[in-house]
């Protein structure tokens, strides 16, 4: 089970059953978490929790909280977004574009269009394919399998810097960070529309969608979302799409492409949200056919984690590191420079 605290913006697609229990006929009324506990390997109770909540775990093929208690005769599923496998990375010559090493992490610049980790249909070619060929013995977190050094991810086809630990105790010091929320990241996202007021926060809880499990929906309480808390800021005004940045406080799946949509500003081209139609501006064909041409030049949705700052967990410096913005968004700004100072 992940924690998306520490394991955020997990790529999701249909989820796949890993274990099926029985509960005995004469089990006792036990909590689910604690029951799980002591029949999954190498998962912590924290994870177990983290992944009931998620909507990981039914009974009797419905979702449940970590504190129902478990029946005789109870069937518990487990199940994942990436089917059962042997956990074995296959190391790979990939290019990395590092940003900063030392002999105990590294920061990398990720490309739009490459996985963080293997998964589903997605088995090669990843981030860490190319780690396990770049270094040895890279380490993991009981749980996390697969996924070694890491202890964040970004989405697929979104761009930008990530950390990545050489070492036990860089790794769970990054952890650490993750989890009290105290690693700086902000991301730049051209989005739909304008932001009013140009600053701000959005505190709503997030959680797998109720039709789509692949969808990160805003919902109403704790009880159906986990919280999340997003400070945007307008930093260009385009007219009918803006430059904004976006800093995240917490870390959940698809966090910052939820909250614009629930902001009412969708990340341009993000097809999963929506953001691949034409959503603010006017209905000439000439700006139809401008679009789609900006569409083109970005055929993703247009977010890129520009800051990472943290403490290191060795040195106790605080490190920052900025990246530049990839040509697809810079060139996709330029146009719509172009379009709003002579249309």
């Not at 981030?127 to 396990?132: D, K, M, P, R, S």
């Amino acid at each position: 089970m992940t924690d998306s605290d520490t394991l955020p913006d997990e790529q999701d697609d249909e989820l796949f059953e890993h274990h099926r229990i029985i509960a005995d006929p004469k089990q006792g009324l036990i909590r689910i978490d604690k029951f799980l506990f002591a029949r999954l390997p190498n998962v912590t109770r924290t994870k177990i929790q983290a992944g009931i909540n998620e909507g990981f775990v039914r009974v009797n093929d419905k979702e449940v909280k970590p504190n129902y208690r478990i029946h005789p005769n109870d069937i518990i599923t487990v199940s994942l977004p990436e089917p059962p496998r042997d956990t074995e990375v296959v190391p790979e010559n990939i290019a990395l574009s590092i940003v900063f090493e030392d002999e105990h992490l590294m920061v990398i610049n990720k490309p739009a269009g490459m996985v963080v980790h293997p998964a589903y249909q997605n088995w090669t070619g990843t981030l860490v394919n190319a780690l396990a060929y770049h270094f040895k013995n890279l380490p993991q977190m009981p749980g996390n399998d697969g996924r070694p050094g890491l202890v964040h991810r970004i989405d697929k086809e979104t761009s930008g810097l990530l950390v990545v630990a050489k070492d036990e105790k860089t790794l769970t010091g990054l952890a650490k960070q993750f989890f009290d929320h105290t690693i700086e990241r902000r991301y730049y996202a051209i989005v739909w529309g304008v932001p009013n007021p140009p600053e701000g926060t959005i505190d709503q809880f997030v959680g797998r969608g109720l039709k789509d499990r692949r969808i990160t929906t805003v919902f109403p309480n704790r009880e159906m979302g986990r919280a999340a808390i997003t400070h945007y800021r307008l930093l260009q005004d385009l007219r009918y799409v803006s430059l904004v940045e976006c800093k995240l406080e917490t870390g959940r799946t698809h966090q910052i492409r939820a909250h614009m949509k629930f902001l009412g500003h969708t990340l341009f081209n993000d097809a999963t949200y929506g953001g691949d139609q034409i959503l603010k501006g006017t209905t000439f064909s000439k700006y139809k056919q401008f679009v789609e041409n900006c569409f083109k030049l970005l055929p993703r949705q247009a977010l890129h984690a520009k800051t990472l700052g943290f403490v290191h967990p060795i040195t106790k410096k605080f490190l920052q590191f900025d990246s530049e913005l990839p040509e697809d968004i810079k060139d996709v700004i330029e146009k719509w420079e172009n379009y709003v100072k002579y249309n």
